[in-house]
């Protein structure tokens, strides 16, 4: 039994994670002749990272890019607010029109709490 309670107390506690999939409509494309970011703001950190993908096999213009999710780490006792804000390149294949979408995004982490967060943009979503 006390053999039981050290197993359960030595269990380390899991990272806090974030991880965030850029979701777009069938129509709306990553254009990777520019660089994608997302600015992650937590505590008292700043941190910019450029968003990775692999080009879309279907066109034939190699301007496409499927972008693959990106996993955030936090310290185990991280707990609090993250701040996201991203600046995408897109294009929109239908109508012809490739832009910049710049959105912001709050999330709410317990600490050890492994959250998945699908955020949909190419389209007002606001």
Known sequence: ML???LALAATPTPATQLTVEFVTPPEVHFNRRGDS???VMAAK??????LDGVPDPT?????????KP????????????????ARLFLCD????VCMVQELEKQVRLRPGQQLALEWRVGTDSR
Do not use: C, W
Not at 45 to 50: A, R, S
Not at 59 to 67: A, E, F, K, M
Not at 70 to 83: P, Q, R, S, W, Y
Not at 93 to 96: D, E, F, L, V
């Open 3 to 5: 053999l039981a309670a």
């Open 37 to 39: 970011t997302v600015t």
């Open 45 to 50: 950190d700043n941190k910019i990272m450029t």
């Open 59 to 67: 066109d034939p213009d190699n301007v496409y890019l499927s972008l």
């Open 70 to 85: 990106i996993t955030l780490a936090f310290d185990e006792k991280f707990g609090g607010t993250v701040h996201l804000k």
């Open 93 to 96: 294949a239908r109508n012809g």
